[in-house]
């Protein structure tokens, strides 16, 4: 059984479908990394690890090609936001083969990654991805 560590409620919406379904897919992603147990399952460690990155090559090339589309003027400081996130996850990936990333390291960075980044930047595209006509 999944122990839910964030959820998803309508003030994480950000009123584009295409978008909060990925979000939702990083959701499980992280409630899943919540769920196992770091130092035994390396399979489903390396699996969500895997998926991590997976996830940004799509969702941040959705985003950044709405920027693009929306001449959003955020754009510069949110790709440099979406490449720390990268670099991010390829670091723990690499301290997780050498066996020196532990639960917290992934857990505070996803749950910071959601609250600072999903919940408080992805927001300020909101009205311009509105005003772009996305939905
Ligand atoms: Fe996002
Ligand atoms: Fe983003």
Redesign the pocket.
């Known amino acids: 059984m999944i122990v839910v560590f964030i959820k998803w409620s309508e003030s994480v919406s950000v009123h584009v479908e295409e978008?909060d379904n990925q979000?939702k897919k990083l959701l499980g992603l992280i409630n899943w990394a919540h769920d196992i147990d770091w130092d035994k399952d390396k399979e489903k460690g390396n699996r969500i690890l895997n998926e991590l990155i997976e996830f940004a090559r799509v969702?941040f090339t959705t985003?950044e090609n709405y920027f693009a589309k929306c001449n959003y003027g955020g754009a510069e400081a949110h790709v440099a936001a979406h490449m720390g996130y990268i670099a991010k996850v390829l670091l723990l990936y690499r301290n997780f083969q050498n066996g020196t990333c532990s639960a917290d390291d992934v857990l505070n960075f996803l749950k910071s990654w959601w609250e600072d980044h999903?919940i408080k930047m992805?927001h300020k595209y909101v009205e311009n991805f509105r005003a772009c006509g996305l939905k």
Do not use: Q
């Open positions: 978008i979000h969702h985003e999903l992805d």
